[in-house]
């Protein structure tokens, strides 16, 4: 499937990238940004401010932790360490996509480049993706996608900031459902390791028992608690049993 | 605020990209020595899944805005029904989620939102 070489320029991997945005999970997250600039809106943040937000932190929980402490005027230091506890689970993310994304040739500063532009929505679509893409330019194919996701979603904080005050109930329900239910769908669909599936029943199960017992780091002991947990029953369970069975 | 104008936007910039950004840059250093398909890669893979499926479970959960007032039972239904079809159809995305949105749709219609 994969090709190691291709002829086809970086360009148009670029624009293949690009074309991305038509996909589901690109429209998707482009109204929970439509949703953000209402919420912006509503808590006194400006337009400009809000803009600068999208393009800068480029992932909506941090952005919303942030103007909820902005509003409160909370100092610098608090900001920071909330947003930071809030995006430790970017490093992993990055991490789990970096490998497939590089050759042995890719610079280093591309990728810390292109990095800026994975959150949950690039990284399931990168997860979908890539492994179509020539491996010498997933990382230009994948910038091709981020870069205009990020600028097209910026644009549309700009133009939706004030214009839409809120959605009607029913309307504002469903779309804030839609995010969660395509990631469910979408991240099974693309777990090729029974380790990543064993870890996303682990995730969804804990993330909410967590969120009971302690709420202040729920998600990042449901991450590496629930994730170390699942990798090592697959490790010592689920795969020797697989290897006693193919040796049978 | 009292303080100038440029003082919020150098807050986003602190408390926002360089705290975000932050933990990107060491995905980068980390990822970039790890091997695919080595036994460390399938525990950051393991980490980053359960992590992706924590915040997305808790959005269904406990969701904030207008679903907040909606009961548990119909979001759960809406998504694991919508799970369910998604696997019958021979795993087609699109399928769980329309199925998971008409059931929300039509849920919260009739309970009156």
Partial sequence: ?248 | MTEAWWWSYLVIAVAGFLATDIWRWLGVLTGNRLNEDSEALHWVRAVATALVMAVTAKLIVFPTGTLAGSPLWLRLAAAGLGFVAFLLSGQKVGVGVAVSMALLASGLWWLGF
């Fill in chain 1, 1 to 248: 499937m994969s090709l190691d070489s291709d002829t086809r320029p970086a360009s148009f991997w670029f624009y293949t990238g690009m074309k991305g945005i038509t996909s589901l999970p690109a429209l998707i997250l482009m109204t929970s940004f439509v949703g953000f600039s209402a919420f912006a809106l509503e808590a006194g943040i400006s337009r400009g401010e809000a803009m600068f937000m999208t393009f800068g932190i480029w992932a909506l929980p941090a952005q919303m932790i942030l103007v909820g402490m902005m509003t409160t005027g909370a100092p610098l230091a608090a900001c920071f360490l909330a947003v930071t506890l809030s995006s430790i689970r970017m490093m992993p993310m990055v991490a789990s996509i970096v490998p497939e994304m590089r050759t042995r040739r890719t610079p280093t500063w591309l990728l810390l480049f292109a990095s800026h532009f994975i959150a949950i929505t690039a990284w399931v679509f990168a997860l979908r993706t890539l492994r179509d893409v020539p491996r010498e330019h997933r990382a230009v194919y994948f910038l091709g996608f981020g870069l205009t996701l990020t600028t097209i979603n910026t644009g549309i904080v700009a133009i939706c900031y004030g214009l839409v005050s809120q959605f009607p109930p029913l309307v504002a329900g469903t779309l804030f459902m839609l995010t969660p239910v395509y990631f469910v769908a979408s991240i099974w669909a693309t777990a090729h390791h029974s380790v990543v599936k064993l870890a996303f029943v682990v995730g969804i199960v804990g993330g909410p028992l967590m969120a009971l017992v302690a709420p202040e780091f729920d998600v990042l002991y449901a991450g590496i608690g629930g994730g170390t947990a699942a990798y090592l029953v697959d490790r010592f369970y689920i795969r020797r049993r697989r290897r006693a069975g193919s040796a049978r």
